[in-house]
């Protein structure tokens, strides 16, 4: 993971007040006002919070990576547009049922919209949603959001540095951090086909790593390339060779 700027775009249309997402959320609250709490899949609509033009804002913003494994596309399958605080209803772990209502109100929120793989969305991300302290959860549109302290590392206003490194190809909580452990294990962040294409990534740059140590040009820029974030699998490159990005 590495931390996501939203912050020199503009929303999409789409998700503005006046635009379709603006005016569904608005029947979405009112929905809540009129006693709904059972909030499904269908009564959101994947056209407007994964319209082109949102999914591609997103993928410039994310350099075309998973928000979650940092990498482009994999397999070549599209990804999803993954709401961040899950909309129809939330689980706080495995052994939790599922709550709703969910983040209804946010379905449409460009804040909580991120590109992600088809795998860590909806194989390993899914409806997680766990917070450091239950009692300050925002069940509603009434509620304020700011108090929740998520357990999951949110990719633009947490850095994911602070709470994951790379030890070799494999993802570990830094400094202990819980955030970091629990991401690692929500996101699925040590799945074994991923941590494999991780080591896979890696190994060729552990051959070339001496050359660039012992001042090889081409090898240092090499380095210097693949650690900025918008390359595969960034994060682990910095966190290998932080003497050479
Ligand atoms: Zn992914």
Known sequence: ?????????????????????????????????????????????????????????????????????????PCGREGDVEHFRPKTGFQIDNSNVLVKPGYYW?????????????????????????????TKRAYSHHNDLRLEECLIVHPEFDNPEDHIEFVAEIAKPKNNSLKGKTTIELAGLNDNRLADERLKYLKPLLIL???????????QEHFK?????????????????????
């Open 1 to 73: 993971m590495v931390k996501i700027d939203k912050s020199k775009v503009n929303i999409p249309a789409i998700l503005g007040v006046e635009g379709k997402g603006g005016v569904a959320t608005k029947e979405l609250i009112e929905l809540y006002e009129n006693g709904k709490r059972d909030f499904k899949t269908t009564d959101f609509s994947s056209k407007i919070y994964g319209d082109k033009t949102v999914k591609a804002l997103l993928l410039g913003i994310q350099h075309g990576k998973c928000c979650f494994c940092e990498q482009k596309r």
């Open 106 to 134: 946010l379905a449409y929120d460009f804040d909580n919209l991120f590109y992600a793989c088809k795998v860590c969305n909806q194989e390993y991300k899914k409806n997680f949603f766990p917070l450091a302290d239950e």
């Open 209 to 219: 790593a001496p050359f660039a140590r012992e001042g090889n040009q081409e090898s």
């Open 225 to 245: 390339e693949i650690g900025k974030k918008e390359h595969l699998f960034s994060l682990m490159v910095r966190c290998n060779f932080p003497d050479l990005v």
